[in-house]
T-cell receptor, first 113, second 112 residues
């Protein structure tokens, strides 16, 4: 069946550009998570949605990061004025509910030059 | 299609038992295999394996990769209730745009 999909899969941005990363969760999944994974490290939590409500955004590293899920399905993570330290893989995961049994997408690898 | 399979999907043991979790994969352009422990929010990174036959160890946890047979195992000795979690296996690939393929996870429950 269809899993979590993310697009683009690979993005190169010049420093200072804005980028938008998309996540299509599994249909019917209430919870959606965004993570940032730097090279050789584990994923770091960014933000969490339950339906369209953003319940936790404590992991967003700065006010340049913004996420939305306006209709409770597709989510977009936007990074404004990208910096080199934003280079990472951005993972999206969804779950039927709660924090457990998250299904991960393939990630978007962002490289800021 | 790239695929990661984990077994068992669910496991219940008692404290003090030793468990072995399995991960097998079929991917093109393998780069590394990673193990995570997932309790709440973000999974916790455990190991990254890139070379065959070299055991990585951290306390009671250890893991090894076999790139010929395309699998990895995660061992936990003398299990504790705090080991209860979902253990995720993921393979990182070098494919353009395909970064990680996650397995379904093994849910481990350690009873007192």
């Amino acid at each position: 069946g269809a899993g979590v999909s993310q697009s683009p899969r690979y993005k190169v941005a010049k420093r200072g550009q804005d980028v938008a990363l998309r996540c299509d969760p599994i249909s019917g999944h209430v919870s959606l998570f965004w993570y940032q994974q730097a090279l050789g490290q584990g994923p770091e939590f960014l933000t969490y949605f339950q339906n369209e409500a953003q319940l936790d955004k404590s992991g967003l590293p700065s006010d340049r990061f913004f996420a939305e899920r306006p209709e409770g399905s597709v989510s977009t993570l936007k990074i404004q004025r990208t910096q080199q330290e934003d280079s990472a893989v951005y993972l999206c995961a969804s779950s039927l509910s709660g924090y457990h049994e998250q299904y991960f997408g393939p990630g978007t690898r962002l490289t800021v030059t | 299609e790239d695929k990661v399979v984990q077994s068992p999907l669910s496991l219940v043991v008692h404290e003090g038992d030793t468990v072995t979790l399995n991960c097998s994969y079929e991917v093109t352009n393998f780069r590394s295999l990673l193990w995570y422990k997932q309790e709440k929010k973000a999974p916790t990174f455990l190991f990254m394996l890139t070379s065959s036959g070299i055991e990585k160890k951290s306390g009671r946890l250890s893991s090894i990769l076999d790139k010929k047979e395309l699998f990895s195992i995660l061992n936990i000795t003398a299990t504790q209730t705090g080991d209860s979690a979902v253990y995720l296996c993921a393979v990182e690939t070098d494919n353009y745009g395909q970064n990680f393929v996650f397995g379904p996870g093994t849910r481990l429950s350690v009873l007192p």
